[in-house]
């Protein structure tokens, strides 16, 4: 079970990280745009990777990876599904029927939905991004700030702006 002491130390163990606050804040915008991507079931798999390849740190693009979770995967399908709808236009889903449920009529009955999750899900996904790295970077500079006045500066070789 997730607490919020468990989510409390996970936050805190990103923030306290060796590197600069504007590369953990990108590491947390990669993870956010990965979450609305329209790869489900493997959203974990290309953020592991992802950090691996660009080095990026794995905690901060987990959590952002993780914006994407049980409780949230409905109300971001069905903004998913919005935003295409709405971008191309298309009042109204196509209806859908539970009549066949053969392989060949389910792919049939699914296609109409394609075009729209996809476009949906890559709007949010750069959209998500685009404001998770600001907001990421504010909050992680100013805790750093924060813990330099107090005494406890931050360990990166960066100052927090």
């Keep these: 079970m997730i607490s919020l002491k468990s989510i ?3 936050l805190t163990q990103v923030l306290h990280l ?3 606050p504007h590369r953990t804040a990108l590491a947390f915008a990669v993870g956010v745009c990965i979450a609305f991507s329209p790869a489900y079931g493997l959203h974990t798999i290309l953020a592991i990777f992802l950090a691996w390849a660009f080095r990026l740190n794995y905690a901060a693009i987990l959590l952002g990876n993780f914006v994407n ?3 949230t995967t409905i109300p971001i399908l069905g903004a998913t599904m919005w935003t295409g709808f709405f971008i191309l236009g298309m009042p109204e889903a196509p209806p859908f029927s539970w009549d066949n449920l053969s ?3 389910i792919f049939e009955v699914a296609m109409p939905y394609l075009l729209p999750f996809t476009l949906g899900a890559c ?3 750069l959209l ?3 404001i998770a790295y600001p907001i990421g970077l504010a909050l992680i500079s100013r805790y750093r700030k924060r813990q330099a006045l107090s ?7 960066e100052k927090p702006a």
């Design 151 to 157: 005494g406890n500066p931050p360990s990166c070789s």
């Design 128 to 130: 998500g991004s685009v």
């Design 69 to 71: 979770n049980p409780w």
């Design 123 to 125: 709007t949010l996904s």
């Design 8 to 10: 409390r130390t996970q």
């Design 103 to 105: 392989a060949r009529a």
């Design 18 to 20: 060796e590197e600069p």
